[in-house]
């Protein structure tokens, strides 16, 4: 059989062993035809013992010392040993499977986001007040428990507005900061919302602008943000003047005013803690919106005029470094914190359940009061 191979070629599919403790030698012919590895074999065969008998042989008249016979000849091969598509297809599954198991393993390592209530009970023993699912409409329409009253949202803040008026029966807070760690957690849109949904039970709120840097509430409530709280503090208006309606429900809105350059220092002055007292002596509960605590102390500064902190967390983006930052600065200035609300939480997937529903069960079970007989 003519080959188009060179020897090189060749010697690279032709492969011997000999089995430990016998005289075999079993030849391997590895090629893609298995007519052509057969004949290879037994040609290899063939040719070895010839050419052990011609080296071996030294008297032409006499039997050479050493004989080599083939004891098998090659048979036609009936199935490739390569590639071995069951083998490999399910070798590939378990490597695919160790590979995904161990992602996820890393990944659950590495993510130290906030997933759920329970994650704020196990870490921080810090109380669910609400869990607000994610709304991509929401920078559009922030108010949407105003426009629509009868969505899951809506309900959602409802739920959260009964959870805020059981926290201490008797001694409720007069006055919430709602705060965060990081900017984009959404605490505005959660303050506004929040704030429209006690003056819709009759409620006497007033919500005031506390993020003198980035002020968003007057915007967010299409209303004159030039006359407000800065105002009101250096003497250049009265808060009868800087307080403006909103709604029919009552709502109260104190806006932030003209930016000054010392937000913190004008936020933890007596003038404010003087108008909080007589902005909760008009109200039954005031709320003000105020920066995120990680970049700037002013939420911790205004939280110390305040019966205490709300603090707003975006659900699997707030990590726990976070959070623990935020606390410790509240805790530093012995400001009271009632309680987290996780913010954009998923609806959808797998997580979005689970979310919810412990959200939910950690405030029934923080946050209701029990009554027992003796």
């Known amino acids: 059989m003519a080959l188009p191979l060179t020897p090189e070629q060749l010697a690279a599919k032709i492969s011997a062993t000999a089995p430990l403790d016998t005289v075999l030698i079993n030849v391997t012919v590895t090629d893609g035809s298995p007519q052509r590895a057969q004949a290879m074999a037994n040609a290899v065969a063939a040719q070895f013992t010839q050419f052990v008998s011609s080296i071996e042989q030294t008297d032409p008249t006499a039997a050479p010392p050493v004989k080599v016979s083939v004891v098998k000849p090659a048979g036609l091969p009936i199935s490739p040993v390569s590639p071995q598509v069951s083998l490999n297809l399910a070798l590939g599954l378990l490597v695919g499977l160790a590979v995904g198991v ?91 919302t929040l704030a429209i949904s006690l003056a819709q039970t009759g409620q006497r709120v007033i919500v005031v602008e506390g993020d003198l840097r980035h002020p968003q509430l007057a915007s967010y409530l299409g209303l004159e943000g030039a006359v407000g709280l800065t105002s009101v503090l250096i003497g250049q208006a009265s808060l009868d003047d800087a307080l403006q309606p909103w709604g029919e429900a009552g709502l109260q809105v104190l806006a932030g005013g003209p930016t000054p350059p010392n937000p913190s220092e004008l936020l933890g002055s007596h003038g404010m803690h003087e108008l909080l007292r007589t902005l909760e002596a008009r109200a039954d509960l005031v709320l003000l919106d105020s920066p995120p605590l990680l970049p700037v102390t002013d939420a911790a500064v205004l939280s110390t005029a305040a019966s205490g902190a709300v603090l707003v967390i975006r659900v699997e983006r707030t990590r726990r470094e976070q959070v623990n930052q935020a606390l410790n600065s509240l805790q530093a200035v012995g400001a009271p914190v009632l309680g987290a609300v996780l913010n954009m939480a998923p609806t959808r997937g797998p997580n979005a359940y689970r979310v919810q529903r412990q959200g939910r069960a950690r405030v029934g079970a923080r946050s209701w009061p029990v009554e027992t007989s003796p």
């Not at 329970?118 to 609400?130: A, M, N, P, R």
């Not at 959870?163 to 760690?181: E, G, H, K, M, Y």
Request: hydrophobic share 35%; aromatic share 4%; glycine share 6%.
């Open 102 to 192: 161990g992602a996820v393993v890393l990944r659950e390592k590495l993510d130290t986001s906030i997933k759920s209530a329970d994650d704020l009970s196990e870490h921080f023993d810090l109380k669910t007040l609400g869990v607000i699912g994610f709304d991509p409409n929401t920078p559009r329409r922030p108010l949407l428990i105003h426009d629509e009253p009868q969505s899951p949202r809506a309900e959602t803040f409802r739920q959260l507005r009964t959870n805020l008026q059981f926290i201490d029966i008797d001694s409720a807070p007069r006055s919430i900061v709602i705060t965060s760690s990081v900017p984009g957690e959404g605490k505005t849109t959660t303050t506004v």
